[in-house]
């Protein structure tokens, strides 16, 4: 990716890793019956996850495939992959940028993006990922489902304040989205389907798996859930991550004193593209 504001570097997920498994809220229960119901997934086949992070996406799915594959640039992120996955026999975990995806992969039947697209080179991995794909393979990109109300009224602990919280990370790194070592001023790129066009894919179809189930977060999670952010890796605050982190658990302890908070589980949006005849 680059571009006159930001470029890729390796820090951009440093750090997080250790807390992203607790942090990110889950994906809707269903996605999998989703993907398989959309693509006639049965147990065989292989799947790619690009961007795989520690690994949640393609061990939610690895009972659909008779192999994944886990790309991932971050180092902690592979190693928390393969430290969640130990007992996934189907799991391989590659460290590597989706820009260099390894030829020796081979061919797959599913190539899965986590909410990860808009952090590489687009164009370039879009073709990369439409050779590796097997005849009537498919491309889906998996994020939440964004602009969804999620009501709290009615839950039994106060919702996590997520804009006192943003708040307060931009009183500590400034009021720029932070990316790595550079700056997000207008945010990561759109139009996506343009991108999946050049590059050959059809579609898409997209599914929306319902979320809203209550949630019981604690003063931890939430925490997690902001180191767990690349805007807010815990390498940004330097020197200033023990003050930072008394501050926001300061915030979360007069927010909701027991410590416990509610939120609803975001719904997921899936985009999948199909695979023309022709390469």
Same mark, same amino acid.
């Given at each position: ?10 820090t951009l ?8 498994t ?10 999998a019956?989703?993907?398989a119901?959309a ?7 292989r799947l790619?996850?690009?961007?795989c ?11 659909l ?5 886990g ?7 592979i190693a928390?992959?393969r &430290? ?6 189907k799991? +391989? ?9 390894? =030829?020796?992969?081979g061919?797959f039947t ?10 590489m080179?687009?164009d *370039?991995?879009?073709?990369?990922v ?5 005849p009537?393979g ?5 994020s939440?489902l964004?602009g #969804? =109300?999620?009501?709290t #009224?009615?839950?039994p602990?106060?919702?996590v304040?997520?804009a006192a919280?943003?708040g ?8 720029? &989205?932070r ?6 001023p207008?945010? +990561? =790129?759109?139009?996506e ?7 050959g894919f ?9 979320g809203?189930?209550p949630? #019981?977060?604690?003063a931890?999670d939430a ?7 690349s ?7 330097? #020197?200033?991550?023990?003050a930072f982190?008394?501050? *926001?658990r300061? *915030?979360?302890?007069r927010?909701? =004193? ?5 939120e609803r589980q975001p719904?997921?949006e ?5 695979? +023309?005849?022709e390469?």
């Open positions: 990716m680059t571009g006159d504001a930001w470029s890729w570097d390796e997920f440093a750090g997080t890793a250790a807390h992203y607790r942090g990110r809220l889950p994906y809707a229960p269903g996605l019956e989703a993907l119901g693509l006639g997934l049965d147990g065989r086949g790619l996850d690009v961007g992070g520690p690994g949640t996406l393609a061990l939610g799915l690895a009972h495939f008779d192999e994944v594959v790309v991932d640039p971050d180092a902690g992120m928390e992959a &430290r969640v996955g130990a007992e996934e026999p799991a +391989t975990w590659v460290r590597a940028r989706a820009e260099e995806l390894p =030829p020796g992969l061919t599913l190539a899965v993006f986590g909410q990860s697209f808009h952090w080179d687009r *370039l991995v879009a073709a990369t439409r050779r590796m794909l097997r009537g498919a491309l889906a990109h998996v939440d964004k #969804e =109300p999620r009501p #009224e009615g839950l602990h106060p919702p304040p997520y919280i943003d307060l990370v931009r009183r500590y790194l400034g009021p720029v &989205r990316a790595g070592q550079g700056l997000l207008h945010g +990561t =790129p759109g139009d389907a343009a991108v999946l066009a050049r590059a059809a579609g898409p179809q997209r599914i929306v798996v319902p809203g189930r949630l #019981e977060r604690t931890d925490v997690a859930g902001v180191f767990a952010l805007s807010s890796a815990p390498h940004l605050f330097a #020197e200033r991550r023990p982190e008394a501050d *926001l300061r *915030l979360l302890a927010t909701s =004193p027991s410590g416990l908070f509610s719904s997921s899936v985009f999948i593209w199909g695979t +023309t005849e390469r």
